[in-house]
């Protein structure tokens, strides 16, 4: 082929079988850069090296309400701050904000905010929870063997080694351990504990089935560089063990990290390239929720991790007001793919305590879904997942046995995890119609609706 002539394979002028796009269908490529954080009064004289220095996000991140309105002084309205003044009181997770975040929030209209939705809560966007709702929805202390270990599918477990983050998501399913206590959750302890990783370890050695452990929070971004390597070294001495990750909320709220903190970036790449001589993966998986959590600072991290062979795969909640529409869940897809980080999950919001306003219907998921896929690479394309209250685990989203989107009502099996049992997922009340929620207001008739739509998964199933 490569000798012949030019002129052989031309046939002529191009003829495009497809419109030129639209501009706008590239901006997945157009990330924020230049001094942002300058917005913010209280950043207003932050160098770019102040802003990336790691130290610096960690000290000058944000846990009580009225350090948050010093670092807003004049930005935002006397009533929004009276609004997240008493949702710091009724929310179930503590505060924890990042001067990153805290930058990329929209503080002219911080009602619509999508970052400011999903780390501040404003009491007056809450709504009741919905009846079925019990903390720990997934039961992950019901399979925990050891505290802090979840070993809930067969040849895998979720090892939670402390019970910090860099940041505190209003969303979060494990507010039942994650953060300081709350004046609404009182939590379970998870502390930074060698005896109890000891026991952890323990128990993954003497289970030969175990070949993939996830080591969660917490996160791992609050781990010391030398505890990072000694969990991770721990693990990678277990003959059973081949698959690692290591999961942290950090690179979506505090991406600098990966730039300046060299020890902590160095101790992951160590163990990364052991796991590799080993033949072992070793990867890193984060949490992005909204394509403005992607920025120029993002890519230089990210371009790090990609220089040093370092694959990184998104988990992503899917949340009312924040990422559930097609135009945003696909450009967020778009533009995790333009900084090398595979999309992998997209979770139905679980049913948290006091987050019932972020949560939509299964319905809402499926369409969406449906939008995303195809926009991109097949590999790039998150799966929709449904994670079953009760312990089933996560299930892909379209595999339901029997969904009514009237009641909200979805029934899921799970004959890997589960074998014989029925796990129900129940779309948020303010999706459906008055009817419909005031027959959930009355326990008897509650109860009726659930036992109707299992009996419909029975009858589908035999
Ligand atoms: C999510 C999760 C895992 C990992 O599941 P994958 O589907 O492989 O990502 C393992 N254990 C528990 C308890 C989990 O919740
Ligand atoms: S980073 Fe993860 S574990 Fe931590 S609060 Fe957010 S969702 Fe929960």
């Given at each position: 082929?490569?000798?012949?002539?030019?002129?052989?394979?031309?046939?002529?002028?191009?003829?495009?079988?497809?419109?030129?796009?639209?501009?706008?269908?590239?901006?997945?490529?157009?990330?924020?850069?230049?001094?942002?954080?300058?917005?913010?009064?209280?950043?207003?004289?932050?160098?770019?090296?102040?802003?990336?220095?790691?130290?610096?996000?960690?000290?000058?991140?944000?846990?009580?309400?009225?350090?948050?309105?010093?670092?807003?002084?004049?930005?935002?309205?006397?009533?929004?701050?009276?609004?997240?003044?008493?949702?710091?009181?009724?929310?179930?997770?503590?505060?924890?904000?990042?001067?990153?975040?805290?930058?990329?929030?929209?503080?002219?209209?911080?009602?619509?905010?999508?970052?400011?939705?999903?780390?501040?809560?404003?009491?007056?966007?809450?709504?009741p929870n919905h009846p079925k709702l019990?903390?720990?929805?997934?039961?992950?202390?019901?399979?925990?063997?050891?505290?802090?270990?979840?070993?809930?599918?067969?040849?895998?477990?979720?090892?939670?080694?402390?019970?910090?983050?860099?940041?505190?998501?209003?969303?979060?399913?494990?507010?039942?351990?994650?953060?300081?206590?709350?004046?609404?959750?009182?939590?379970?302890?998870?502390?930074?504990?060698?005896?109890?990783?000891?026991?952890?370890?323990?128990?993954?050695?003497?289970?030969?089935?175990?070949?993939?452990?996830?080591?969660?929070?917490?996160?791992?971004?609050?781990?010391?560089?030398?505890?990072?390597?000694?969990?991770?070294?721990?693990?990678?001495?277990?003959?059973?063990?081949?698959?690692?990750?290591?999961?942290?909320?950090?690179?979506?709220?505090?991406?600098?990290?990966?730039?300046?903190?060299?020890?902590?970036?160095?101790?992951?790449?160590?163990?990364?390239?052991?796991?590799?001589?080993?033949?072992?993966?070793?990867?890193?998986?984060?949490?992005?929720?909204?394509?403005?959590?992607?920025?120029?600072?993002?890519?230089?991290?990210?371009?790090?991790?990609?220089?040093?062979?370092?694959?990184?795969?998104?988990?992503?909640?899917?949340?009312?007001?924040?990422?559930?529409?097609?135009?945003?869940?696909?450009?967020?897809?778009?533009?995790?793919?333009?900084?090398?980080?595979?999309?992998?999950?997209?979770?139905?919001?679980?049913l948290?305590?006091?987050?019932?306003?972020?949560?939509?219907?299964?319905?809402?998921?499926?369409?969406?879904?449906?939008?995303?896929?195809?926009?991109?690479?097949?590999?790039?394309?998150?799966?929709?997942?449904?994670?079953?209250?009760?312990?089933?685990?996560?299930?892909?989203?379209?595999?339901?046995?029997y969904?009514n989107r009237e009641t909200g009502i979805s029934v899921?099996?799970?004959?890997?995890?589960?074998?014989?049992?029925?796990?129900l997922y129940f779309d948020p009340l303010h999706q459906l119609s008055t009817v419909i929620q005031r027959r959930w207001q009355d326990p008897v008739d509650a109860e009726r609706m659930v036992t109707a739509a299992l009996e419909n998964a029975?009858?589908?199933?035999?």
């Open positions: 082929m490569q000798n012949l002539p030019l002129n052989v394979l031309d046939n002529g002028p191009i003829v495009p079988k497809k419109p030129p796009v639209d501009p706008a269908s590239l901006v997945h490529r157009d990330l924020l850069s230049g001094p942002f954080w300058q917005r913010i009064p209280a950043y207003a004289s932050v160098d770019e090296a102040t802003f990336l220095d790691h130290n610096w996000q960690a000290k000058n991140t944000i846990t009580k309400a009225s350090k948050l309105l010093d670092a807003l002084q004049g930005l935002v309205s006397p009533e929004f701050y009276r609004d997240v003044e008493e949702g710091f009181t009724k929310a179930p997770m503590s505060v924890r904000v990042s001067p990153y975040l805290l930058s990329l929030i929209d503080w002219s209209a911080p009602y619509e905010d999508p970052l400011r939705i999903q780390f501040i809560p404003a009491a007056s966007r809450l709504i019990t903390l720990d929805s997934l039961h992950e202390q019901e399979d925990a063997p050891v505290p802090g270990l979840t070993h809930r599918y067969a040849d895998k477990a979720l090892f939670l080694p402390l019970d910090t983050c860099p940041v505190y998501c209003r969303f979060c399913t494990r507010s039942y351990a994650v953060g300081v206590d709350t004046e609404e959750v009182e939590k379970v302890s998870l502390k930074a504990n060698e005896a109890r990783w000891k026991q952890a370890f323990a128990y993954i050695a003497s289970r030969p089935e175990l070949e993939d452990i996830v080591i969660s929070g917490g996160d791992a971004y609050q781990l010391r560089a030398q505890q990072l390597e000694e969990i991770g070294n721990a693990l990678l001495d277990m003959p059973n063990v081949r698959r690692m990750r290591f999961a942290s909320k950090g690179p979506a709220v505090m991406p600098m990290k990966l730039i300046t903190d060299d020890a902590w970036f160095d101790a992951l790449s160590r163990i990364v390239e052991r796991g590799r001589k080993l033949h072992k993966e070793v990867v890193l998986h984060t949490h992005f929720n909204h394509p403005n959590e992607i920025t120029e600072i993002t890519k230089r991290a990210m371009d790090k991790l990609m220089e040093r062979g370092i694959t990184v795969r998104n988990q992503t909640v899917l949340q009312r007001g924040v990422n559930d529409s097609p135009e945003t869940m696909t450009l967020l897809v778009k533009r995790l793919g333009h900084v090398n980080v595979h999309p992998y999950y997209v979770y139905l919001h679980d948290v305590h006091g987050v019932e306003d972020l949560r939509t219907s299964l319905d809402t998921a499926l369409f969406i879904e449906k939008h995303v896929r195809g926009s991109t690479a097949g590999f790039n394309t998150p799966m929709f997942v449904v994670d079953a209250p009760g312990g089933g685990g996560k299930r892909d989203a379209h595999s339901y046995e969904y899921y099996t799970a004959p890997s995890v589960k074998q014989g049992q029925y796990f029975r009858a589908y199933l035999r």
